[in-house]
Structures are given as structure tokens and as C-alpha cells.
């Protein structure tokens, strides 16, 4: 089964430092996605980063960036010069291919990172 | 110009009374969720539409019911609340290869229960 780890419950640093949220997934699958989402205090997730289990290249969106290693199976996502907006709760999240005969249709979440960051 | 919309944002209900949760979408996906996320916890999907096809993960409670009478709604069913199941409710759509789509959540709905 289909099982994503982010051990990091929470994080707090000062503002302009940088930070890395790390994620850790399990699959048998050959075919899958990796998600990240934001949760700020108003409640709703947003879509920050999807990736191809096919696709190793890093990412880099201004100030956020992802290292995908699938030697390590992370997924581990970093934001450089944080900011107080930056605080929220970061979902890691995989996604399986249904047609590979395995796993569930919607996403599984890690149990999210809680980012502090202080002024 | 929101896109996933859940009504009401928040809900108080009695223990035991029978609550619906609604959700609605403007992007024409095909596909709509329902997750279920406890205080401090991840998203658990409780099930998803595929167009008309209802999938209930194994685990849901049989309490817990969904409906989707068009394209654009799909409503989330209680039929007797407990006090386990207060929490935050999460639909959210995708389109019809939704496990490589990202996910478009509405702002959720913080069902309390007296």
C-alpha cells in the first residue's frame, strides 16, 4: 500500500531564512504522481507542485524549489528567503496510476509539516 | 471566480441529526471527492464520483453517504452524526485522468456537532 512520510511536525524559523520540508513515500507502483498543497489558516489546500515519478528533473517556481530523488524515494521541497505569508500547514501527497492495477483513486496524504515563520 | 465552492463554511448540527454538506464546481471535471480532515490530521478520502460512478473507500463509515445529481454538484450525507465526526469536510474535483491532475479544493466545511 501506498504510504507518504513527512516527519517534520513542525518547523519554525525567522524570517529570509531558508527551509526544507522533507517527504518520504512508499509505492509499489512504477507509474505515480508526487503533490505538494499549501493549507494556510483559511482552510483551503492549494496546488503548489505536481511531479512524474518519470521525471527526476528539480524544480525551481521563484522562490520555492523540489528535489526529487527516487533513489531515496523523497520528495523534499525548500523556500528560499521565507515569509511570514510562507506559514501554513505543507501537504506532501501521492497519487498512483489506476491502471496499473493498484491503489487508491484519490490522493495520500502525508500527515502535513506545520510551518512557522516569524517575523 | 471561485471554482470549487462548499457550503456552508461552517455547520453546527445536533448528535445524531442528519446533516448534508454541499459541493459545487464551475470547472466541469469529471471527477469529485469528498475527504474527511480531523484536527491536525491529513486529508482522508471518504469517496470519490467518476461522472456518476460512485467509489467508497473501504474504510468509510456507512454513515457516511454522497450524492452527485449533475455534473456540477455532489453532496456530502450524514445520516446520524457522532461526536467522532466532527472535523473539516474537503471536496474537491479533478478532470477524467485525475491521479496525474492536480486536485482543486474547495474551501471546506467545519462540520461541529453538539
Known amino acids: 500500500a501506498q504510504k507518504v512520510t513527512q516527519a517534520q511536525t513542525e518547523i519554525s524559523v525567522v524570517e529570509k531564512e531558508d527551509v526544507t520540508l522533507d517527504c518520504v513515500y512508499e509505492?509499489?507502483?512504477?507509474?505515480?504522481?508526487l503533490f505538494w498543497y499549501k493549507q494556510p489558516p483559511s482552510g483551503e489546500l492549494v496546488f503548489l507542485i505536481r511531479r512524474n515519478s518519470f521525471d527526476e528533473q528539480n524544480e525551481i517556481s521563484g522562490r520555492y524549489s523540489w528535489n526529487f530523488q527516487k533513489s531515496t524515494s523523497s520528495f523534499n521541497f525548500t523556500i528560499t528567503a521565507s515569509q511570514v505569508v510562507d506559514s501554513a500547514v505543507y501537504f506532501c501527497?501521492?497519487?498512483?496510476?489506476?491502471?496499473?492495477?493498484?491503489?487508491?483513486?484519490?490522493?495520500?496524504f502525508g500527515k502535513g509539516t506545520h510551518l512557522i515563520i516569524q517575523p | 471566480d471561485a471554482m470549487v465552492i462548499q457550503n456552508p463554511r461552517y455547520q453546527v448540527t445536533q448528535f445524531g441529526k442528519p446533516v448534508t454538506l454541499s459541493c459545487s464546481q464551475t470547472l466541469n471535471h469529471n471527477v469529485m471527492y469528498w475527504y474527511q480532515q480531523k484536527s491536525s490530521q491529513a486529508p482522508k478520502l471518504l469517496f470519490h464520483?467518476?461522472?456518476?460512478?460512485?467509489?467508497n473507500e473501504a474504510d468509510t463509515p456507512d454513515n457516511f453517504q454522497s450524492r452527485r445529481p449533475n455534473t456540477s454538484f455532489c453532496f456530502l450525507d450524514i445520516r446520524s452524526p457522532g461526536l467522532g465526526d466532527a472535523a473539516m469536510y474537503l471536496c474537491?474535483?479533478?478532470?477524467?485522468?485525475?491521479?496525474?491532475?492536480?486536485?482543486?479544493f474547495g474551501d471546506g466545511t467545519r462540520l461541529s456537532i453538539l
Open positions: 474537491a474535483t479533478s478532470t477524467e485522468d485525475g491521479y496525474n491532475q492536480p486536485q482543486h
Open positions: 501527497a501521492l497519487s498512483e496510476s489506476p491502471y496499473s492495477g493498484g491503489g487508491a483513486d484519490g490522493l495520500t
Open positions: 509505492t509499489r507502483d512504477t507509474t505515480y504522481y
Open positions: 464520483y467518476y461522472d456518476k460512478d460512485f467509489n
